[in-house]
């Protein structure tokens, strides 16, 4: 009894203490507290395009509930405020706060910016969710960043995307020769190399240039996209795996000033909720592509296929050649692909006894 007594006098002193610095002088944390802040965020997709395009809605929800209100993010699609290829200018400059989109994207400006989205025959989002927050990538990339006076967050992952859609079967490295296929950036020089021809096109083009023969074959995401945009409807052949995009990284960024602007506790929500948005959306695609698979496959017979072994081994030998070309003369680029490879090769060890192996197991008759 007397014990709580002590405890009940104890916390209505704290209460009238806090009461105390309430009605008397405000002190400063008093009015980081009670101020709203007002963000705007940019990203390079469609407004709430699935998978993609939620992730900057899901932070600006996550953000504002965790904040009760005092951090609110208005989300605008691309073309809303400023074209898809224009958000890493607007975040930089400070027209905007944040951004959401692909850091491959950026690779004009800022050669090591591939790494941190995908890298031909890379790492898969398990393996680049253990470089970026504890194999050294993240300070890396924020390093590679700061002179944008951008900091870098990763903002989800699509985990290991699909080959893509051809109208005519591959059977070997000869079906390749003049292959018009949209696969963009580094993807597309190597498979240019192996004796096709990459288009780059936008994702909604893909559609009418499928259809009207402008293009051969093309690669978009996964199921669930690919299946939102009708590709079944325009090519026969679904191949895989994503040799390409082993687990495609999003990003969010912040701009630097408007980021020091924020009280400590509503920097660690934008950080924690980036943390949470990214793995959502690997949880959203591992669930939803299982789904879009079979609606493919056992409704709209689509044919699956595994791309030919010569053809995978082909372009994993020009992956590695064209990685180097792409890093050589890049400080920046080169520290970044060393300490990338260097995880590579540590993790692949791991995972050849965990997690391939596990998976194995699971076909053993
Ligand atoms: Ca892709």
Redesign the pocket.
């Known amino acids: 009894m007397k014990k709580h007594l002590f405890l009940l006098f104890i916390s209505f002193t704290l209460i009238s203490c806090n009461q105390g610095t309430e009605n008397t002088t405000p002190n400063s944390t008093d009015v980081e507290s009670k101020k709203i802040y007002k963000w705007t965020m940019v990203t390079t997709w469609a407004k709430n395009f699935p998978g993609l395009g939620m992730a900057a809605e899901n932070l600006s929800q996550y953000v504002n509930e965790m904040s009760n209100g005092r951090l609110q993010i208005k989300v605008y699609g691309q073309g809303e405020l400023v074209p898809s290829f224009g958000v890493f200018d607007a975040v930089s400059q400070g027209n905007v706060e944040l951004g959401h989109g692909a850091s491959y994207y950026w690779t004009g400006k800022l050669k090591s910016s591939q790494f941190f989205t995908a890298v031909p025959f890379g790492l898969t989002a398990q393996e680049m969710n253990g470089w970026l927050h504890y194999g050294g990538g993240l300070e890396l990339w924020e390093e590679a960043y700061a002179p944008f006076n951008l900091i870098p967050l990763a903002g989800g992952n699509t985990g290991v995307?699909m080959a893509g859609w051809f109208k005519k079967e591959i059977n070997s490295l000869e079906d390749m020769r003049g292959l018009k296929m949209r696969i963009p950036g580094l993807a597309g020089e190597i498979f240019t190399r192996a004796g096709a021809e990459a288009v780059q096109l936008p994702g909604n083009e893909i559609f009418l240039s499928l259809q009207q023969g402008v293009i051969d074959a093309a690669?978009?995401?996964g199921p669930y996209n690919d299946l939102t945009f009708g590709l079944h409807q325009v090519a026969k052949y679904y191949y895989y795996p994503?040799w390409h995009?082993p687990g495609?990284t999003l990003e969010i960024i912040v701009n630097k000033e408007a980021f020091a602007s924020l009280p400590a506790d509503l920097q660690a929500i934008v950080r924690y909720a980036a943390r949470a948005v990214n793995q959502e959306m690997l949880d959203e695609y591992t669930a939803r592509n299982n789904q879009a698979l079979r609606e493919l496959v056992d409704k709209h017979n689509v044919e699956l296929r595994k791309l030919p072994d010569d053809v995978l081994i082909k372009l994993r030998t020009i992956s590695a050649e064209v990685l180097q070309e792409f890093i050589e003369g890049d400080e920046m680029a080169e520290k970044i692909y060393a300490s990338y490879n260097k995880f590579k090769k540590e993790v692949t060890a791991y995972h050849e006894i965990s997690e391939k192996a596990f998976i194995e197991t699971r076909d053993l008759e």
């Open positions: 995307q690669e978009w995401v994503g995009e495609s």
